[in-house]
């Protein structure tokens, strides 16, 4: 190879793609394609993995209508792309089995395709359900580069690197749709240092951003230098074509330095990912907005402010429905949020349809001592009112229960649970305050007296969560490791929690399956979310 007088530039296309839409993403392709080869001048684009079905498009794959749509939108892609190579994730059938491929389009024609060798089958993955592991390398020439291919899990596991490296590779590409949870970025930076060890070649990682049901793509695409040096990482939970140079010299290719982005902290990555999924789901399943209950406490005060932030004040709509138990304080702190975020709202008060439902359940309920049935009654109320207020409007119901709630079981079927999306289902409560603390920092929003008060469903004169439930800290302390750690409860007593107490929450834990299994889907933020991470039999002799 000799050196060339203009550097050799490839551009990350960091998108966010609707899952199911090929003529959508096919258009999106084309466009992005264009705008690369005109404007940023690349020599080639390079999409996150599935780019043309986007991820993970499920059992769609099992459709055969849903993959025979493959072959038509890969030819118009290799009749529309020109003066440009790219290179676009998607499902590839053989005779062996469906693939996970990359096609390399270029001139015309498809000049190469690689399928992914490492699927994973963990977490929220299910590939081995669908697609046929590849075997083989694949390199290509463009521009006088020799560009070696992966996708996703390859660059998590040691062998595909190094043998694209082995094959001839200058610099390798890598196709990801990488789902988000809290320190993913560095985990990320790590397993790309430890293949750049074993390959000794540059790796340009692309990543998918958006939200798709409960996950969230961060983006964060990043360039790491044979040497393990980051040299370039795009913004997180952005969109954007983001090149990348690099000086070809004998038989090396070096990127040049550019921005390195940091990623987010804590409090500040898992609400923008709350913010893309709850703006991603009612954007791509159509819905005109939102509207929520607002009670006064934390859990519903950060969702409004989360819905507002990613939607806009004008589509979300709040509802206060107070009860003879509600605070003064409460009503007041919901109407100054709603009022300081500009949203429209409502005061709609339960008293007369709990009065009701209690005198049509007179000949059941007579000379029964009040317990949680009176309470849930309440709940059940509020959830009738948001839901004939999305009926008429077609705004899509947030509920406002978190993490700790769904765990535990403290929340109501067709009650508080009554909606179509949860953004908070899987934070824990003391995150909840740590995200309302931080929203407040960007421009306050949520009155501090929410913040500092005790939590309380206020379903029972003088109620707080505390009545019910360990305090939060506890509480949460043992959910993270009996659920996210998979820790069992002897493990737990063994590292200095209460025996009772730990027996209690599991106990909870363990009953309280069959709630969560009806329970609205919510934006994943951990590594261990309800739901597609963690799938349990609702009957069950599993007690510890």
């Not at 998607?90 to 469906?98: A, Q, V």
């Not at 519903?300 to 989360?306: K, Q, R």
């Not at 209460?498 to 309280?512: G, K, M, P, S, T």
Request: hydrophobic share 40%; glycine share 8%; with cysteine.
């Amino acid at each position: 190879m000799t050196d060339r007088d203009s550097p050799f530039r490839v551009v990350m296309a960091q998108l966010d793609f609707l899952v199911g839409d090929l003529a959508g993403n096919t258009d999106k392709i084309i466009i992005a394609a264009a705008e690369a080869r005109d404007r940023l001048n690349a020599d080639l684009i390079v999409f996150p993995e599935l780019t043309l079905t986007g991820y993970p498009p499920e059992d769609l794959l099992l459709r055969p209508s849903f993959i025979r749509q493959v072959e038509p939108a890969l030819q118009r892609l290799s009749n529309e792309i020109h003066g440009i190579a790219a290179v676009v994730g998607c499902p590839f059938s053989t005779p062996e089995g469906l693939r996970n491929a990359a096609v390399v389009l270029a001139n015309g024609a498809i000049q190469a395709r690689y399928f992914k060798q490492w699927l994973p089958n963990y977490s929220v993955f299910d590939e081995k359900r669908y697609f046929t592991p590849g075997e083989d390398p694949v390199v290509f020439a463009v521009a006088g580069m020799r560009v070696g291919v992966t996708i996703c899990e390859d660059v998590w596991l040691p062998g595909p690197v190094a043998q694209a490296a082995g094959a001839g590779a200058q610099l390798l590409v890598n196709l990801n749709a990488s789902p988000y949870h809290a320190g993913k970025g560095e985990q990320r930076l790590a397993a790309l240092r430890q293949r750049v060890r074993e390959g000794r070649i540059p790796i340009v990682y692309v990543n998918l951003v958006g939200g798709q049901d409960e996950l969230v793509f961060d983006g964060g695409s990043l360039v790491v230098g044979a040497d393990g040096v980051l040299t370039q990482r795009a913004p997180f939970f952005a969109e954007g074509l983001y090149p990348v140079d690099f000086e070809l010299s004998a038989a090396r290719a070096k990127p040049a330095p550019a921005e390195v982005v940091g990623e987010p902290g804590m409090e500040e990555g898992v609400y923008q990912a709350l913010v893309l999924g709850v703006r991603d789901y009612v954007n791509k399943n159509g819905f005109p907005g939102a509207v929520l209950g607002l009670s006064g406490g934390i859990d519903s005060a950060l969702t409004l402010a989360i819905a507002v932030d990613a939607l806009g004040a004008e589509r979300v709509e709040a509802v206060l429905m107070p009860s003879r138990y509600t605070a003064e304080m409460s009503n007041s702190d919901a109407e100054q949020e709603a009022r300081t975020l500009g949203v429209k709202y409502h005061i709609m008060p339960i008293e007369p349809a709990f009065q009701s439902f209690l005198q049509i359940l007179q000949p059941v309920l007579a000379r029964l001592p009040p317990d949680t049935t009176e309470e849930n009654i309440q709940a059940r109320c509020r959830g009738v009112l948001l839901m004939a207020i999305s009926n008429k409007t077609g705004k899509l119901v947030l509920t406002t229960g978190n993490k700790s709630e769904t765990a535990v079981g403290y929340s109501t079927l067709y009650g508080d649970m009554a909606g179509g999306f949860a953004p908070i289902k899987d934070v824990l409560k003391t995150m909840v305050y740590r995200l309302a603390v931080w929203r407040n920092q960007q421009s306050p929003v949520i009155p501090q007296r929410v913040i500092d008060r005790p939590p309380s469903a206020e379903l029972r004169p003088d109620q707080t969560d505390q009545d019910s439930l360990p305090p939060y800290d506890l509480l949460d302390t043992i959910l993270h490791g009996y659920v996210e750690q998979d820790h069992s409860v002897d493990e737990l007593v063994d590292a200095g929690f209460d025996q009772a107490i730990v027996e209690r929450v599991a106990r909870l834990v363990i009953l309280n399956e069959y709630k969560r299994r009806q329970a609205a889907p919510g934006v994943r933020i951990t590594p261990r979310a309800f739901g597609r991470d963690r799938r349990y039999p609702i009957t069950s002799g599993f007690r510890r």
